[in-house]
Every structure is written in structure tokens, then in C-alpha cells.
């Protein structure tokens, strides 16, 4: 029994050293510092201090963005209007 709770301290504890160095990553990361507009000729820009990133899309052509490094999974948020 003694042995089973050291393990599940040890795996908890490894589990919060991961989290928080994840969290670290994450919060430290910016627009300018891990992205690169890839096109779209201004329809693209980077505001809030590096936490916004926008892209705009008209008649003639959008907007993209590419990541600085390769990640094997993600999440994106987004929000779109769409103007009529």
C-alpha cells in the first residue's frame, strides 16, 4: 500500500513539473517571435503587443501565416465576420 501511494506522489509530481513547464512554453510565445506572414500583401498584421494576429480577405486574394516551428498537433480559435 506504502508503495502505491509513493508511486502515485512521484507520477503526480512529474505530471505538474511537465504541466507547468508546458504552461511556461505557452505564455511566453508571441506572434512575432513564432509566426511568419506568408502572404497577403498587408492583409496580414500582428497587433496587441504580439498577442493578435489578423487576416483580412478581399476580392482579389487573403492572407496567411505559417508557423515558425513544426508541431505534430494544435488548437486554433478563431473568430470571422463576414460582411455582406
Known amino acids: ?10 507520477l503526480l509530481t512529474i505530471s505538474a513539473i511537465v504541466l507547468s513547464s508546458v ?3 505557452v ?4 506572434f512575432n517571435q513564432d509566426f511568419t506572414i506568408t502572404w497577403g500583401d498587408g492583409r ?3 497587433l496587441n503587443n504580439s498577442q493578435l494576429l489578423t487576416l483580412s480577405l478581399d476580392k482579389t486574394s487573403g492572407s496567411g501565416f505559417q508557423s515558425s516551428n513544426e508541431y505534430l ?11 455582406l
Do not use: E, T
Open 27 to 30: 505564455s511566453a510565445s508571441n
Open 1 to 10: 500500500m506504502a508503495s502505491s501511494c509513493g508511486s502515485s506522489i512521484l
Open 73 to 83: 498537433f494544435g488548437k486554433i480559435d478563431m473568430q470571422l465576420k463576414l460582411v
Open 44 to 46: 496580414a498584421k500582428i
Open 23 to 25: 504552461l511556461a512554453v
